[in-house]
């Protein structure tokens, strides 16, 4: 396919024998296999091949897919392909293929689906299959995915849950990233506000402050005024309204 994909002609040609036999259905700039066409010709597969293309898929997919999926505009091409990604990933799960990046296509599907309006069944499942997956990692989950599900479970209100989850994420971003990683900032910075949220004042202080000191090294996308924000709401419950206006105004710089 890849060897004809500029050529508008030998694309036609290519396409047309099994659109003719209804095996394919085109529209605009792509086309569509029915799903039962799908599963028989996966079917038809030997395991290795079947291990094969899925690795390939799950590879093809990750890596058009946006990192930044909380940004809509750059899905506005690529947001198409959430169905395949999703897809892909539980081929990848179901095969115990490419597991990391399976991992990665499930949180990212989840986030996309979370921030788009996607049903919360559909969001709970991709989040519950990226932790199952990513227990059985050689490192156990990473600490990016355990803030994000922690996240998740912070906007369900299941906030026990997601205070131990972020816990762990600080744990495992300081082992495996170092002390001063920008991810651990991010970590610390989430668990302040979620600390704050339950009233755990004198803590929240504190990774709060941790967060700013790592983060304010950082480019400002890494949440540094976010942090501040929060620390400056923070030291206004604890009375130091001097310390709280300084944060509050960094937070603006």
């Not at 058009?64 to 198409?80: A, C, I, K, M």
């Amino acid at each position: 396919l890849s060897a004809v994909a500029k050529d508008v002609d030998l694309l036609a040609d290519l396409v047309a024998r099994p659109r003719a036999l209804s095996l394919i259905t085109s529209a605009g700039d792509g086309f569509s296999m029915h799903r039962l066409v799908q599963s028989t010709l996966r079917q038809s597969l030997a395991q290795a091949d079947r291990r094969r293309w899925a690795a390939d898929a799950i590879n093809w997919v990750e890596y058009v897919l946006p990192t930044q999926v909380q940004e809509h505009r750059l899905w506005s091409r690529t947001g198409r392909l959430i169905g395949h990604a999703m897809t892909a990933a539980e081929h990848g799960c179901e095969l115990g293929v490419e597991r990391s990046r399976t991992v990665v296509l499930l949180d990212r599907g989840a986030t996309y689906l979370a921030t788009s309006g996607g049903l919360p069944a559909d969001i709970d499942s991709a989040r519950t299959a990226a932790m199952k997956q990513a227990e059985q990692l050689p490192d156990g989950p990473p600490s990016w995915l355990l803030n994000n599900q922690a996240l998740w479970l912070q906007s369900r209100d299941q906030l026990g849950e997601a205070e131990k989850l972020l816990r762990h994420a600080v744990e495992a971003a300081r082992k495996y990233e170092g002390g001063n990683s920008p991810g651990l900032g991010v970590h610390y910075a989430n668990l302040g506000a979620l600390l704050k949220d339950q009233g755990k004042l004198d803590e929240a202080r504190r990774m709060l402050l941790k967060a700013v000191t790592i983060l304010d090294r950082q480019p400002a996308s890494f949440k540094g005024a976010t942090a501040h924000s929060h620390l400056g709401q923070v030291m206004v419950e604890l009375g130091d309204r001097p310390a709280a206006a300084g944060h509050f105004a960094a937070a603006v710089r």
